[in-house]
Every structure is written in C-alpha cells, then in structure tokens.
C-alpha cells in the first residue's frame, strides 16, 4: 500500500499520482486530505508556499465531486492569473483518470466571453482571480448558488492585494452550508476576519509554527551603505556563478531600473511588474522557467503566484513595506525539499528591520560580507574550470582539430591552461582589481542616526502633513530635488505645516541651489537653514494639498505628482528580455549614488 493511499485517496487520482512520480505526501498533505475526505468541515490551513497546499485541497475536492454532473460544485480563488492557471493545470493532472472532470479557469486578460462558454458546457471546477470572477457573477455568467467546497489559496496575499471586498462580495453568491477550506502562509488579522466570518468552527491545521519561514531557506543579511546597493547586488550574482534568482524591489520604477541596468552590465534579467502587458508577462515568465532568464526582477505584486522550482537564491534589494511579505519571498525559494538562500542587502537606517523580521519567520538572519573582488575572480576561475571538465564534447569540430592544432601546437599544455583560462579570469581581474569594500562595519555610517549635530545643518521647509507628506515622503521628495543619496538626507521630522531634515554641511550649497523656484502644488518651496535644535523651529502656514511638485529636479517621478525637470525620465519601460553581451561586465564606478528609493 503506497503512502498516499493510505491517506483514502480512490484507485483513479492514485494512479494519476503514481504518473507523476509523487512517492511520498508531503506534511500539510498527510495532515489536512484525510480530514477532508472523512469529513464536510471548515478548515484553515497554514502552510508555506511550496509545500504541496494544491495537493492538499485538490485531491479531496476531486474525489468528492460529481464528474457526472455539470453543475458547479467547487470554487478556487486565487490572487494572480498565473497561480489561477497553475493551480487549473495541476488539478487537471490530478484528475486525468476521471471521467466526465471539467475544470475551468477564470482569470482576467484573456476572453470573457470564452470564459464563460467554457463554464455553460459544464464546469464542476471553476478556479479563478477574485477580479475576474466578481465580474462574471455580475453579469450572470457564473452561478455558484450550488457550489459545495470553495477554496481561498493564499488567502493572506488575496487580502495584501486588496480584494477584501471581493471575495466578500464572491461569497454572498455561495450556499451558507458549504464547506469552505482557506489555505495560507500567514494569519494575519484580515485573514482570521475572514475565517470568522464565512467559517463555521474551522479545523486549523499548522505547518510548521504560524507565520514562520521554510525550514529549508537559509536567511543572511549583507550591510552596505545605500548607495552602494547595485555594486552589491552584482558581487553577490557573480560570487554564485549558478545562480537562479528571483531579485525583489518595492516599485515598479525601481523594479525597471534595476533589470535594464542588469541588462546593460550583461546579465541574464528581466523585470516583471504590473506595466507589462500580460503578453510580455508570458514571455518574461517563459524565459526564466527555461532559464534563459537567470536573474528576474520583479516586485512583490508581479511575483505573487510565480511557481517556479529549483530557485537558488531570493534577493531582497529593498526589503518590503510589510514586514510580513518576507515570509512570501523568501518562500520562491527552499521548495520542493531543497535548499534556498534568502539575501537582504540593507543600509544603516533599515537594520533595525532584520530584528522584526527575525521575530515573524523565528529565524536568525546571518550577517555576511559583500564578497570582494579577488573572492570573485577565485570563484569564478574554478566555475570556468568545472564547466570545461563538465562540458560534452562536440565531435562536430573534429574536422577542425589538425587546423587548430597547427595553430596552437608552438604552447606546452601549462601555457593553453594559462591562456583559455586568462580569457575569464583577466575579464573580472581587470574589473574588480581596484574595486572598494562595499562593506559597513555594525554602529558605524548609515542612516545619520548618530552624526553629530556639528557636521550637519538642519533646513526649515514649508511642507508637512497637510500636504499629505508624512516622513517617508518627505525624504524621498527632497532626495528627488537635491538628488542626494538616501542617508544624505536624515532627522526628517514632519509636523502639520512644516518640517525640518538634516543633511551634512557639505550639501548646503547643492540643497539651497535645488529648491530654487520649486513649486509643490502649485506653490513655492520655502526653504531655510534652521537656527533652531532637531526639535525646534519656526511654524508657516500655508494653503495646498496634494502630492504635485514642479521644478529644477533632473529626473521626473511617478508618485502621481507634476515633477518637471530639465529632461524628465520617462523610462517606466517595459519588458527587455535577457542580455545578449554576455562577457561585458558592468562599469562599477559612478552608477550606485543614483539610486532612489520611492
């Protein structure tokens, strides 16, 4: 008897399993099938992402169904097209040996009206994106007024993406009878609101302890300063010459430039963010399943769903807005029973954020240094050495080989060692010789917490709350102005009508010079040298809301503001496939002081 048919599963779905190769459940498998199947209950399932969770609600649901019957019976919601579609190709898997089985996906960027002919033929199985399937309950397409099982798959990501009220909506349409099976890798409070209100005493099981991490990804932390941040992003891919990695950033301009910089410094990426068309999202994703595309950058939205196995490392960039959005990216890889890494690259003023994150996932993170250049180059000499023991020869060039040998026949064998292999190691010596240490020592640098007032000058500006700015805002809109680094700007206190940074003395000139004639929704900046403390200062009242500015600023900005410079970037661009300069590595100088966090 085979372990899974020890959980009740029937002889059909076990020889689909026995097809696909699956020997043994994996735990949320053998905790929750045997529940469902022995039972019509309400049950929450807190599980990791890769961890089987399709199997685990799928196999139970396909054994329950009527194939025979074309009435709806079970409902999947899911946050995106792509974990919509996947889970629609598993089940059909599962279910290849049952007769008469219709499962039918749902999701928006593709024909409605298809869509909905698909569901009149019969459709006991409708798996869908909330957006989408709202849509066609509206229009009477879709009736789930019989439905007997409703699956919320990453309920929590569902709820990140705001379709509370959606699914809300959704469910009003379902029996009150059914049985409603949530699966998530968290439980935050919006989920245990939802489990509150369309459950009836759901059986909870746990993987693993609640809103932690996989046991199988291991978290480390590299601390550099700001600027720095693109410089590492690349010795951290050329240290793991086999890397397969997803890089995550927390916008879609960030998401951008980052990928085309990638490109430009020769690098297998791409970036995946919501501006793609779903056309471009398809090929994005192709690409790197093939592996065409070994490093993709996308940003947290754009990355829900993706299931894509065999993940090396997941790279934080810019670590989230919501601490617990970790535990989803750091979850893209260590599946399937492998090993991952997650890498943070972090500056002074975000550190305080590894504790926080620590406490959710119940792990500690290991602080690490950048790899310095010389690491690099020995790391990559011995890649170049295992690959060419490793390669299959290709008897095609044996015609070719008296020519060749006739070339190279005045070098002894130490002296064809030394030159093939000076092709690879000569192209990162030559690049990282006189590279610096991007490395920040702990209590040191940063986020200007501890410079001393002496070194810095404190502004009064004529912007605060009112105007819908609140800290955070602020610097970016002043770091937007001036172009100054992230930690350049610090001390930044916003009251109701206006506020006070810091910046080092160095910079007063380039920041007065910046707010020359600068107007925020349509009125003048004001700005000062503050005679007062980090507290102190004079309050101006001024009139006007709203997040738009215009002025000398060199590059225009998306926060939904009139940023006008002397040549804005338009460049909120779209899908660049992967590098065709494979051996030009990138021009390290003068490229991190640029980036800008938004």
Same mark, same amino acid.
Request: glycine fraction near 8%; include cysteine.
């Given at each position: 008897?085979?372990?899974?048919?020890?959980?009740?599963?029937?002889?059909?779905?076990?020889?689909?399993?026995?097809?696909?190769?699956?020997?043994?459940?994996?735990?949320?498998?053998?905790?929750?099938?045997?529940?469902?199947?022995?039972?019509?209950?309400?049950?929450?399932?807190?599980?990791?992402?890769?961890?089987?969770?399709?199997?685990?609600?799928?196999?139970?649901?396909?054994?329950?169904?009527?194939?025979?019957?074309?009435?709806?019976?079970?409902?999947?919601?899911?946050?995106?097209?792509?974990?919509?579609?996947?889970?629609?190709?598993?089940?059909?898997?599962?279910?290849?040996?049952?007769?008469?089985?219709?499962?039918?996906?749902?999701?928006?960027?593709?024909?409605?009206?298809?869509?909905?002919?698909?569901?009149?033929?019969?459709?006991?199985?409708?798996?869908?994106?909330?957006?989408?399937?709202?849509?066609?309950?509206?229009?009477?397409?879709?009736?789930?007024?019989?439905?007997?099982?409703?699956?919320?798959?990453?309920?929590?990501?569902?709820?990140?993406?705001?379709?509370?009220?959606?699914?809300?909506?959704?469910?009003?349409?379902?029996?009150?009878?059914?049985?409603?099976?949530?699966?998530?890798?968290?439980?935050?409070?919006?989920?245990?609101?939802?489990?509150?209100?369309?459950?009836?005493?759901?059986?909870?099981?746990?993987?693993?302890?609640?809103?932690?991490?996989?046991?199988?990804?291991?978290?480390?932390?590299?601390?550099?300063?700001?600027?720095?941040?693109?410089?590492?992003?690349?010795?951290?891919?050329?240290?793991?010459?086999?890397?397969?990695?997803?890089?995550?950033?927390?916008?879609?301009?960030?998401?951008?430039?980052?990928?085309?910089?990638?490109?430009?410094?020769?690098?297998?990426?791409?970036?995946?963010?919501?501006?793609?068309?779903?056309?471009?999202?398809?090929?994005?994703?192709?690409?790197?399943?093939?592996?065409?595309?070994?490093?993709?950058?996308?940003?947290?939205?754009?990355?829900?769903?993706?299931?894509?196995?065999?993940?090396?490392?997941?790279?934080?960039?810019?670590?989230?807005?919501?601490?617990?959005?970790?535990?989803?990216?750091?979850?893209?890889?260590?599946?399937?029973?492998?090993?991952?890494?997650?890498?943070?690259?972090?500056?002074?003023?975000?550190?305080?954020?590894?504790?926080?994150?620590?406490?959710?996932?119940?792990?500690?993170?290991?602080?690490?240094?950048?790899?310095?250049?010389?690491?690099?180059?020995?790391?990559?000499?011995?890649?170049?050495?295992?690959?060419?023991?490793?390669?299959?020869?290709?008897?095609?060039?044996?015609?070719?080989?008296?020519?060749?040998?006739?070339?190279?026949?005045?070098?002894?064998?130490?002296?064809?060692?030394?030159?093939?292999?000076?092709?690879?190691?000569?192209?990162?010596?030559?690049?990282?010789?006189?590279?610096?240490?991007?490395?920040?020592?702990? &209590?040191? *640098?940063?986020? !200007?917490? %501890? @410079?001393?007032? $002496?070194?810095?000058?404190?502004?009064?500006?004529?912007? =605060?709350? +009112?105007?819908?700015?609140?800290?955070?805002?602020?610097?970016?809109?002043?770091?937007?102005?001036?172009?100054?680094?992230?930690?350049?700007?610090?001390?930044?206190?916003?009251?109701?009508?206006?506020?006070?940074?810091?910046?080092?003395?160095?910079?007063?000139?380039?920041?007065?010079?910046?707010?020359?004639?600068?107007?925020?929704?349509?009125?003048?900046?004001?700005?000062?040298?503050?005679?007062?403390?980090?507290?102190?200062?004079?309050?101006?009242?001024?009139?006007?809301?709203?997040?738009?500015?215009? &002025?000398? *600023?060199?590059? !225009?900005? %998306? @926060?939904?503001? $009139?940023?006008?410079?002397?040549?804005?970037?338009?460049? =909120?661009? +779209?899908?660049?496939?992967?590098?065709?300069?494979?051996?030009?590595?990138?021009?390290?100088?003068?490229?991190?002081?640029?980036?800008?966090?938004?």
């Amino acid at each position: 008897m085979s372990a899974f048919q020890q959980l009740g599963l029937q002889e059909n779905l076990l020889q689909a399993i026995s097809d696909m190769g699956f020997e043994t459940p994996s735990e949320v498998q053998e905790k929750t099938i045997p529940i469902l199947l022995d039972q019509e209950t309400d049950i929450v399932s807190l599980a990791q992402t890769g961890t089987g969770k399709t199997a685990a609600f799928g196999f139970p649901m396909l054994q329950k169904i009527n194939p025979e019957s074309r009435t709806t019976q079970g409902l999947i919601l899911s946050p995106t097209r792509e974990l919509c579609l996947q889970i629609t190709s598993e089940l059909k898997n599962y279910g290849k040996y049952v007769q008469g089985l219709n499962v039918v996906a749902v999701y928006g960027g593709a024909s409605i009206t298809d869509q909905a002919s698909k569901i009149k033929k019969g459709a006991q199985i409708i798996v869908a994106t909330p957006g989408r399937m709202k849509d066609m309950i509206g229009r009477r397409m879709i009736d789930i007024s019989k439905i007997e099982y409703c699956v919320l798959d990453e309920a929590d990501e569902m709820l990140n993406m705001g379709f509370y009220e959606d699914i809300t909506d959704i469910l009003s349409h379902s029996p009150e009878d059914k049985s409603t099976w949530l699966f998530s890798a968290t439980m935050p409070k919006e989920v245990a609101v939802i489990a509150k209100k369309f459950m009836h005493k759901p059986i909870e099981i746990t993987v693993g302890t609640r809103n932690t991490g996989s046991a199988n990804v291991s978290h480390e932390y590299y601390l550099v300063n700001a600027r720095d941040r693109y410089q590492a992003l690349k010795r951290l891919a050329d240290i793991n010459p086999e890397i397969f990695s997803v890089v995550f950033c927390r916008t879609k301009r960030d998401t951008q430039k980052v990928a085309e910089m990638l490109i430009e410094d020769g690098y297998s990426a791409a970036a995946l963010h919501g501006d793609l068309s779903q056309n471009q999202r398809d090929l994005v994703m192709k690409s790197f399943r093939t592996r065409q595309i070994r490093m993709l950058v996308a940003t947290d939205v754009a990355a829900r769903g993706i299931d894509v196995d065999d993940i090396t490392h997941v790279i934080n960039y810019q670590l989230p807005d919501e601490i617990e959005t970790y535990t989803h990216r750091s979850g893209r890889t260590g599946r399937a029973g492998k090993t991952g890494i997650s890498m943070v690259i972090v500056s002074k003023s975000e550190q305080r954020k590894i504790k926080r994150i620590e406490k959710i996932i119940n792990k500690e993170f290991v602080k690490k240094d950048v790899p310095n250049g010389m690491e690099i180059c020995e790391i990559q000499l011995f890649h170049l050495a295992n690959k060419v023991k490793n390669t299959d020869v290709n008897h095609e060039i044996d015609v070719y080989l008296p020519k060749i040998s006739e070339v190279l026949e005045e070098f002894t064998k130490e002296e064809l060692i030394r030159k093939v292999f000076s092709v690879e190691f000569s192209r990162f010596y030559n690049y990282y010789r006189k590279a610096k240490d991007l490395n920040v020592a702990e &209590g040191s *640098g940063g986020s !200007g917490a %501890d @410079r001393s007032p $002496k070194d810095s000058a404190r502004y009064f500006i004529n912007l =605060g709350r +009112k105007d819908g700015l609140e800290w955070m805002d602020l610097k970016d809109l002043i770091r937007e102005i001036t172009q100054l680094g992230k930690d350049d700007v610090f001390h930044v206190d916003t009251m109701n009508s206006f506020s006070f940074f810091n910046t080092e003395t160095a910079h007063i000139d380039k920041v007065m010079e910046a707010f020359k004639d600068v107007q925020f929704n349509n009125r003048k900046i004001d700005i000062e040298i503050s005679t007062k403390g980090r507290s102190g200062g004079r309050g101006r009242k001024k009139e006007g809301r709203g997040k738009g500015f215009k &002025g000398k *600023g060199k590059r !225009g900005d %998306d @926060r939904g503001g $009139k940023f006008r410079g002397k040549g804005g970037d338009d460049r =909120g661009g +779209k899908f660049k496939g992967k590098s065709r300069r494979k051996n030009d590595r990138p021009k390290e100088k003068g490229t991190g002081g640029r980036r800008r966090r938004r």
